[in-house]
Each structure stands twice: as C-alpha cells, then as structure tokens.
C-alpha cells in the first residue's frame, strides 16, 4: 500500500510572545484553550484541526523575516463574520478589511498577533 496525505492535521503560528498571542485568539477571536499543551505552546479547541501558537523551533529567525507567514493564506471560519469583524475593529485590531463576498460567504482579512495576515470566513 502506497502511503498518501490526507490534508493538514495541525497548524501551529510561531511567534515571540506566546502569552500574548494566546490572548490575542482568545480575547479577540474567542478560541478557548484544548486541556493539554507542551510546555512552549498554547493549544486550542478548534474542531478537526488543531490550532496553536508556539515558540519559535530551532532555526527559525522570526526577526530576519519581514513579516511571519509571508505566500501563507491561513482562513479561519466564524458563524458570524459581520459581527466577529465590528468585534476586531472595536478593539482596534490593525488593518481589518471591508468585507468582501466570497463562495465561502462573507470574508475580511486583518493583521493578527506578530503580524500574521488572517483572512476569516462564514455566515
């Protein structure tokens, strides 16, 4: 039998300030944690994929990249996308996009934690 891939199983953004990014998903986004994490990450329940933002692995320059994730397009799903945005910019959450209509329903994009560009999607 021929080993193949199913499609991603876990997507971790590394970042400098774990606490803070950690409060960044959970305060802003609302993600609540999963109960067991390493001691270097912070893990979340997030349905079939596991979500977290960990310590930088060894090798990896997060200050000699301009900004984190660049050619990634990570989209995360909402039940309320018109809501969860008016709910970013109260709290001044830089760079949120119009909305825009999308076959995945409405979408925007915002800067998250370090600088990650974060497109979200839904209802």
């Known amino acids: 039998m021929t ?14 300030d774990v ?9 802003r986004l609302g993600l609540r ?3 067991g994490a390493p001691p270097n990450a ?3 329940a997030t349905g079939t994929i596991p979500f977290a933002v960990r310590e930088p692995l060894p090798g990896v320059d997060l ?11 990570l989209w995360l799903r909402t039940t309320d996308a018109p809501a969860l945005r008016e709910r970013l910019v ?5 760079d949120v996009t119009p909305l ?3 076959p995945f329903g409405p979408s925007f994009s915002f800067t ?3 600088g990650y560009r974060l497109t979200v999607h839904g209802d």
């Open 33 to 35: 944690r999963a109960p």
């Open 90 to 94: 109260a709290a001044g959450t830089d």
């Open 112 to 114: 998250g934690p370090e």
């Open 19 to 27: 606490p803070a990014a950690a409060a960044f998903f959970e305060e």
């Open 3 to 16: 080993a193949t891939v199913e499609g991603p199983d876990f997507i971790a953004l590394q970042v400098r």
């Open 100 to 102: 825009q209509p999308t």
């Open 63 to 73: 200050d000699g990249t301009g900004r984190p994730g660049l050619g990634v397009a």
């Open 42 to 44: 912070v893990v979340f």
